[in-house]
């Protein structure tokens, strides 16, 4: 008897221990943890922005240190988007001190004196990083994986991208992410592949048979389209700036 009810309590254990991934459409997980910007009250503390909220392995490696740069180095071009940049890894605080003090005495590809202020998450316990599936044992279970997950102003899981801990993040392609996800819902159409600010987008496909066939016959000026349910509009360069830099 005593050995079944080891048994269930060990299931109770394990069950108490799983995870389930956020999804893309849900609400972010909410947590409040202490940074390297002082406490904060995610993502509460951020509504009305977009949040990327990012992990990366460990402090003091070589690829999080040139992620870093990069991050800080382009701060101002996610800032300009309204949005909000949150780093994590399961070091201590101190530690997350020490390496971004160090950052600073770094040169690489041009960047040098660089200031991390954007604020680094102190997860010792994984807690955050297992609310958010940034623990994959079959990569590492003691680090984070390379995690983006970009959260609207509502506070709505929008994109979710995960690497590697051997590769870094292109951040050319998060810039054009976080422009697409805006673009996106200030226009109400979709984003072809490769799509750039400027270039032709996508508009919802006819919802009936009328609207198809006015659509092949071309009645719509504004439209280009290669079949009924696939039509594309063009939209400048000047609108999208105008749209995302408010």
């Not at 005593?2 to 109770?12: A, P």
């Not at 309204?82 to 005495?105: K, M, P, Y």
């Not at 004196?113 to 994984?126: A, C, G, R, S, Y």
Request: glycine share 6%; charged share 30%; proline share 5%.
């Amino acid at each position: 008897m005593s050995k079944d009810l080891d048994n269930k309590q060990g299931n109770v254990d394990c069950k108490e221990k799983e995870y389930t991934m956020p999804r893309i459409g849900e609400k972010a997980p909410a947590f409040r943890a202490m940074t390297t910007q002082g406490e904060i009250n995610f993502p509460e503390d951020y509504s009305g922005k977009w949040k990327i909220l990012f992990s990366h392995p460990a402090d003091f490696t070589p690829v999080c240190t040139t992620e870093f740069m990069t991050f800080a180095t382009r701060q101002k071009e996610f800032e300009a988007l309204n949005c909000q940049l949150v780093g994590l890894s399961v070091d201590g605080l101190f530690s997350h001190i020490a390496w971004l003090r160090n950052i600073q005495t770094l040169e690489y590809k041009g960047m040098k004196n660089v200031e991390v202020t954007f604020p680094l998450i102190e997860d010792i316990k994984m807690e955050v990083a297992n609310k958010y599936g940034m623990i994959q044992p079959g990569e590492s279970d003691t680090k984070a994986v390379r995690a983006v997950f970009f959260i609207d102003p509502a506070n709505i899981i929008r994109t979710i991208i995960y690497y590697p801990g051997s590769m870094g993040r292109n951040f050319d392609e998060l810039l054009r992410v976080l422009k697409g996800l805006q673009v996106s819902d200030e226009f109400g159409v979709a984003l072809p592949a490769d799509w750039e600010p400027g270039d032709d987008v996508i508009v919802p496909p006819a919802g009936s048979c009328g609207v198809a066939k006015k659509r092949m016959k071309g009645d719509d000026k504004d439209l280009h389209c290669h079949d009924w349910y696939l039509c594309t509009k063009k939209l400048s360069k000047e609108k999208v700036d105008k749209a995302l830099y408010k």
